[in-house]
Nanobody, 120 residues
Framework: QVQLVESGGGLVQPRGSLRLSCATSGTIASIDTMGWYRQAPGKQRELVAS???????NYADSVKGRFTISRDNAKNTMYLQMNSLKPEDTAVYYC??????????????WGQGTQVTVSS
């Protein structure tokens, strides 16, 4: 059974940094695009950043220049380096991944989320 587990969230002061990790486990044939999403209270879940299997990246305008997405294909793990954090970055951060577990079995998986709180 495939699982995605986020870690690295927590409480940080404005202008601080955090690094989130998303580790995958289970029987995996290949992983295509992976992404980080976030959901703040009372708001819809939004895409923060995504990275393809060939490492092409895409960022929300609100995080460009501050966040960096990366992945280690050997470890099936994705990261999100978050710098210059702002209170408006406060949210639950979720990772997702487009995973093929066999030739005819491919779907999107989600992690359980990790809380990021930016506050003084």
């Amino acid at each position: 059974q495939v699982q995605l587990v986020e870690s690295g969230g927590g409480l940080v002061q404005p202008r601080g940094s955090l690094r989130l990790s998303c580790a995958t486990s289970g029987t995996i044939a290949s992983i295509d695009t992976m992404g980080w999403y976030r959901q703040a209270p009372g708001k819809q879940r939004e895409l923060v950043a995504s990275i393809t299997g060939s490492a092409s990246t895409n960022y929300a305008d609100s995080v460009k220049g501050r966040f960096t997405i990366s992945r280690d294909n050997a470890k099936n793990t994705m990261y999100l380096q978050m710098n210059s954090l702002k209170p408006e970055d406060t949210a639950v951060y979720y990772c997702n991944a487009d995973i093929r577990v066999s030739r005819y079995n491919r779907r999107i998986y989600w992690g359980q989320g990790t809380q990021v709180t930016v506050s003084s």
